[in-house]
């Protein structure tokens, strides 16, 4: 929610900045010094947009790659847990009744679908395997692209900075010729 506030306020920021110094500077020119420092307004606007754009798609990618692992985390606790099942009700009943042809015919199908729930659980695994050697291999790249993200946001807190001090200056000490109200 905070993010979607934040970046409807820079829309509509980097909107009335880009409308043309004439609409905004009623007789500043192209090259007037108030029409210039509104250009570097806009460009400064338009680096911290992109930057904080690009920010948001890295951690929605992140996000998707852990509801990923959680999802199958999810269907092998599942499977398991049958797995189990299976294995003691026929514990429990070889502990507690005598065998018999019948019986022993349920439970070799129950041993059956354990056995297809193993072999399962078997390929499950070795697709775990072979992600987690490419996982391993993102998580060094996704390391390094921390150490980026880390300078990244410091850049963008230099950017927000000059952004507020150049608004401040604009404030306290408009340009020549733009409008004093």
Do not use: C, H
């Not at 754009?53 to 951690?59: I, W």
């Amino acid at each position: 929610m905070a993010e979607e506030k934040t970046a409807e306020v820079l829309a509509d920021i980097e909107g009335e900045l880009d409308q043309s110094p004439a609409q905004q500077l009623p007789g500043a020119g192209a090259g007037t010094p108030a029409a210039q420092a509104q250009d570097e307004l806009r460009q400064l606007l338009g680096q911290i947009v992109d930057t904080a754009r690009r920010q948001k798609l890295t951690s929605e990618q992140n996000t998707q790659s852990t509801l990923n692992q959680a999802s199958t985390s999810l269907a092998d606790r599942q499977r398991l847990n049958r797995i189990f099942a299976r294995l003691s009700a026929i514990q429990q009943g070889l502990a507690g009744q005598v065998l018999t042809p019948n019986l022993a015919q349920t439970y070799l199908s129950q041993v059956d679908q354990v056995e297809g729930e193993l072999r399962q659980q078997i390929r499950e695994t070795d697709t775990q395997v072979a992600q987690g050697l490419q996982q391993a291999v993102a998580a060094l790249a996704q390391a390094q692209s921390a150490m980026l993200d880390a300078q990244t946001y410091a850049q963008l807190e230099q950017l927000v900075g000059n952004l507020k001090e150049s608004l401040s200056q604009w404030q306290s000490q408009p340009p020549a010729g733009a409008p004093l109200q």
